[in-house]
């Protein structure tokens, strides 16, 4: 087990000074590190991904890449199962690696609408464009919310939902043509959504400035619904952009802390505030279409979507729990899982917990903790202090130690792991 040193991602949309979960983590890992409360500290990386790698800790302050260490016997670290399964015969992965990426978001404002190509796609996108898609990797994601409070569009919405939009807001039928509206009511499947949604994405600037500002208009901002208060806070943030009408179709999901989505290849997405933990697989493949003044990519978007209709519950992951303080979210990939690790005075037995190994090397992040309680591990002892990261090499059992007895002892921490299912 070591302790690892994690950087930092500055992007616009992330949250202020000690605002953020990130940059307060960052601190506590590292107190040389300088928090500016006028800087916007949006993503912590802990991982291998060569971009925001992490390196390892150690007493006599000299670090070791974890790439590094990881290369120095990739068998015995990561596990001869993972091994076997991502190195061999693989373009993507090399030894060092993890196959995941584990990070902390903190959002102060809407993401992009986006999605993540599938293996197949990936590789194309990478051939004919590799400035914009710089690897042939997937990029399967998930999310944990670890504020009270996370807001994120995730999927379409059923049928029933975007048609009542349609109906209450006539600039929606105007982006989309009534043509295409009318065939959605008629018919109701995917393919006359996808025919929507294509058009609504590639109206020129005019059609979509004249439309937001009609709406704009309508609105009443003394008592807009949630929606109509999501609608202006985006075109407040984003002005023009026709992603500000992407609400209207797709679902406005509300996780509570500890509640989990998993974005799959095609499913269209935004985080739009809070703060979260993320896992992917090692990617940096993203299809972007609105929210955004980076590069768009609207056709190879509308083309790639999964436009499956569900409801918000629908798209969330739910958990396996294994005990008391264990809890499971294992999506449909080989790359990760995450494990909510959320203890309780009441788990201790005379002052020890056991946390189990796994077939896997490991990252774990504590996000809440108390005073008083230490990891062991073969013999190794490390303080337990919120914002702390730590390597768990596979097949490694960890135990929570509380020395003092703290009656009120209590602990949160996710970690990330491969998880061949």
């Not at 015969?89 to 978001?105: E, H, I, M, R, Y």
């Not at 042939?136 to 994601?141: D, G, L, R, V």
């Not at 109206?203 to 704009?216: D, F, T, V, W």
């Amino acid at each position: 087990m070591h302790r690892l040193n994690c950087n930092v991602q500055k992007y616009g949309w992330g949250r202020r000074g000690h605002q953020s979960k990130v940059a307060v983590f960052k601190k506590s890992q590292d107190p040389s590190f300088e928090l500016n409360e006028s800087e916007t500290y949006a993503e912590l990386w802990m991982g291998t991904h060569p971009n925001c790698p992490s390196n390892i800790q150690s007493s006599a302050d000299q670090s070791q890449s974890l790439f590094d260490y990881i290369k120095s016997n990739p068998e015995k670290i990561l596990g001869e199962k993972i091994v076997k399964h991502f190195y061999f015969n693989s373009s993507v992965f090399g030894s060092g690696d993890l196959p995941f990426l584990f990070k902390v978001l903190s959002i102060n404002q809407a993401l992009s609408i986006q999605a993540h190509p599938n293996k197949s796609l990936a590789a194309q996108l990478n051939k004919s464009d590799p400035k914009n898609y710089p690897d042939s990797n997937h990029k399967p994601e998930m999310l944990i919310a670890i504020s009270d409070k996370f807001e994120a569009l995730c999927g379409f919405r059923p049928v029933e939902q975007i048609l009542d939009h349609f109906e209450k807001y006539q600039e929606l039928i105007n982006l989309c043509s009534r043509e295409n509206y009318d065939s959605l009511k008629k018919f109701k499947t995917q393919e006359q959504l996808k025919s929507c949604f294509i058009c609504l994405m590639n109206q020129n600037e005019s059609m979509i400035g004249e439309q937001l500002a009609s709406l704009k208009s309508k609105i009443d901002e003394k008592n807009p619904s949630n929606l109509e208060s999501l609608f202006l806070t985006l075109n407040s943030q984003y002005k023009n952009d026709v992603g500000c009408f992407s609400i209207f179709l797709l679902n406005l999901i509300n996780l509570n802390k500890g509640e989990a989505i998993f974005l799959s290849a095609n499913v269209p997405h935004a985080y739009l505030f809070g703060d979260g933990v993320e896992c992917m697989a090692c990617s940096d493949n993203v299809v972007r279409a609105g929210l955004t003044p980076k590069f768009k990519d609207v056709k190879v978007l509308c083309e790639m979507l999964d436009y499956t209709m569900r409801t918000s519950e629908e798209n969330k992951l739910k958990g396996n729990v294994l005990n008391g303080y264990l809890t499971n979210y294992r999506p449909s990939v080989d790359e990760f899982s995450v494990q909510d690790i959320n203890v309780k005075s009441v788990h201790l037995t005379n002052g020890r917990l056991v946390i189990p190994a796994l077939e896997s090397g490991s990252i774990l992040i504590v996000t809440e903790c108390t005073d008083g309680l230490f990891f062991e591990c073969d013999d190794n002892r490390f303080n337990v202090k919120m914002g702390h990261v730590y390597f768990i090499d596979c097949g490694k059992t960890l135990y929570l130690i509380d020395e003092i007895g703290n009656c009120e002892g209590s602990l949160r921490a996710f970690r990330a792991f491969c998880d061949i299912k």
